[in-house]
């Protein structure tokens, strides 16, 4: 058994099952590591799984080292939480694994590739957008005044965004899934949410796709509120120095590992066989 200190104590981190491959899964804004919970059990018969909470995740424990809690100033665009990412995987004596990062997750998940690409086999990137504001030359899938809207409710009424937004981003008409994502979109502290999203949702990190030297699996539902289907077949198109394809899952929303965890596992599947 691994004895957990310093970062890995504080991510809450996890790993389980057999096998010599790692899958290190990394959830997105709002969530926690319980979202995982439906592919972690179907993979950990043939891999080890690493799961874990970002800072920024109402579940992180930031009792164990308080300089490991989240800090706006610190915490000022993705790079910092790669840079958190390739710690936690030294700390776990993590020589190489597949990478699979949800959302925002899915750009760290690039940037720490780039930083130290012998420790990533393969990226599997779901609900990835390196941007999200449209231009004339890229279709983000929100204007600007949108987005400047969408940080001013947050500001304004965390709570009341939180219950409006989760099931316009978990899709689908469950409730017991749209639930779950809103209860740990609602256990982040309102001023570290509105920090997250602005980082999210004004950040531009197209330059760094060409940069990515990994092999890409980029998934993408067919009907996502939050990331247009042209996103993932720009970013194959721009990651030019890895082999990369895209893989749509024909389901509602920004949350497959929820909504459509069967056909998730089937690409995860291909992914780790090829």
């Known amino acids: 058994m691994v004895m957990l200190k310093g970062l890995s104590a504080s991510m809450n981190t996890k790993i389980s099952g057999t096998g010599d491959e790692i899958i290190v899964l990394a959830h997105g804004f709002g969530a926690d590591q ?3 919970e439906n592919i972690v059990a179907p993979l950990e018969e043939k891999h080890q799984v690493l799961v874990f909470d970002w800072s920024f995740s109402g579940a992180f424990n930031d009792e164990v080292q308080s300089n490991h809690s989240f800090d706006a100033l610190k915490y000022d665009s993705l790079h910092a939480f790669s840079d958190d990412l390739l710690s936690l995987i030294d700390e776990m004596n993590i020589k190489s694994c597949v990478f699979v990062g949800h959302s925002m997750s899915a750009m760290i998940g690039c940037i720490a590739s780039i930083k130290r690409p012998h420790l990533f086999k393969k990226l599997v990137l779901i609900g990835a957008s390196p941007k999200y504001i449209n231009t004339e030359e890229y279709e983000g899938g929100f204007d600007a005044t949108q987005i400047e809207q969408l940080i001013e409710t947050i500001e304004t009424n965390f709570l009341i965004w939180a219950t409006a937004f989760a099931p316009i981003a978990v899709g689908g008409k ?5 639930e779950k994502f809103e209860t740990s979109l609602k256990r982040m502290r309102p001023e ?3 920090a997250v999203a602005k980082i999210i949702f004004y950040g531009d990190y197209r330059d760094i796709l060409e940069k990515v030297e990994t092999k890409c699996t980029i998934i993408n539902t067919t ?4 990331v247009p289907s042209s996103v993932p077949y720009f970013m194959q198109k721009k990651m030019i120095n890895a082999k990369s394809r895209v893989e749509l899952i024909n389901v509602d929303g920004h949350f497959p590992h929820l909504t459509a965890h069967h056909e998730l596992l089937n690409v995860l599947s291909r992914v780790l066989d090829s």
């Open 34 to 36: 319980s979202l995982w």
């Open 174 to 178: 469950d409730p017991l899934i749209i």
């Open 192 to 194: 570290i949410g509105l």
């Open 223 to 226: 009907n996502d509120p939050i």
